[in-house]
C-alpha cells in the first residue's frame, strides 16, 4: 500500500491559540483560539510544528509570558516579555502548547503563530520501496516566500529526548543537508532525472521564515510507492 501525505503550513494567524483577552494579575490564559481544542493547541496533529507569537496594541512589555508545551516529545517551556504595540515571538518551536501563564495584569493581549517551524518528521516505509519516493515542496508563487531547508538522517531522530531545533543546530543523529534554507516556489526531491534515491530512514523539514513572510504558507506533499 502506497503512503501519500499533504500537509499545509498556513499563514500565521495572530488568534490561533489564545483569542483577545485581559488579565487582573498573574493567571493562566484562556486557550480558545482558532486552533485550541480542550484547552490546548497541537500543531503537531495538523502536521507541524510552530512559533509562538504575541501581539497587543497597549504596552505590555512589563509582563512575562512563560509558555509550556512539547516538541519532539520533549517537555519544554520558555518565558517571553510582553509586546509594546506590536507583536512578539518564542524563540522556542513547539509541538503543542499546554499553558500560558502571565506574570501580572495585562490588558487586551491576543497570542497566535509566528513565521518559523518544521513539518512532521518524515519516516520512510521499510516494507515500500526505498528507493521510490518523492516530496514536494510548493509555496505562493511571487515574494516574501518561505525559506524550508530539508535534511536527512539514518538515525531516528523521532521522540530521542532533543528538539527539532537542537537536531539541527547539533547534528543531533547525524544530519545531512538535501536541501539548504532557501525560498523557492516550488522543490522536489529527488531531483529530476533521478538515477538513484539515496537509502534515507527520516527527512526532516525546517520552515525559516521570517517576519515578512508570515502572511505566506508552503505546501508539503510526500509520496511513497509500493
Not at 64 to 79: A, K, L, R
Not at 192 to 215: D, H, R, Y
Amino acid at each position: 500500500m502506497a503512503t501519500f501525505t499533504k500537509t499545509l503550513f498556513p499563514a500565521g494567524n495572530t488568534q490561533d491559540i489564545c483569542l483577545v483577552q485581559s488579565t487582573l494579575g498573574l493567571s493562566n490564559l484562556v486557550l480558545n483560539g482558532n486552533l485550541a481544542s480542550s484547552g490546548t493547541v497541537s500543531f503537531v496533529s495538523l502536521g507541524y510544528s510552530r512559533q509562538i507569537s504575541f501581539t497587543s496594541t497597549n504596552n505590555l512589555s512589563a509582563a512575562t509570558f512563560t509558555i509550556y508545551g512539547t516538541q519532539n516529545g520533549v517537555s519544554i517551556s520558555e518565558t517571553v516579555s510582553g509586546p509594546n504595540n506590536n507583536s512578539v515571538y518564542s524563540t522556542l518551536i513547539y509541538d503543542v502548547v499546554s499553558a500560558i501563564s502571565v506574570s501580572g495584569a495585562v490588558t487586551a493581549v491576543q497570542v497566535g503563530t509566528g513565521y518559523l517551524g518544521f513539518f512532521n518528521l518524515i519516516t520512510i516505509a521499510e516494507n515500500l520501496n526505498v528507493t521510490n519516493y518523492t516530496l514536494s515542496l510548493g509555496a505562493t508563487i511571487g515574494s516574501n516566500q518561505i525559506p524550508t531547508a530539508v535534511y536527512s538522517t539514518l538515525d531516528n531522530i523521532a521522540n530521542n529526548g532533543t528538539t527539532f531545533a537542537n537536531i539541527v543546530t547539533n547534528n543531533v543523529g547525524t544530519l545531512f543537508t538535501i536541501k539548504s534554507s532557501a525560498a523557492s516556489s516550488l522543490y522536489i526531491y529527488p531531483v529530476s532525472p533521478i538515477t538513484t534515491v539515496p537509502l534515507i530512514n527520516q527527512i526532516l523539514i525546517a520552515l525559516n521564515g521570517t517576519t515578512s513572510t508570515i502572511s505566506n504558507s508552503t505546501t508539503l506533499i510526500f509520496r511513497q510507492t509500493t
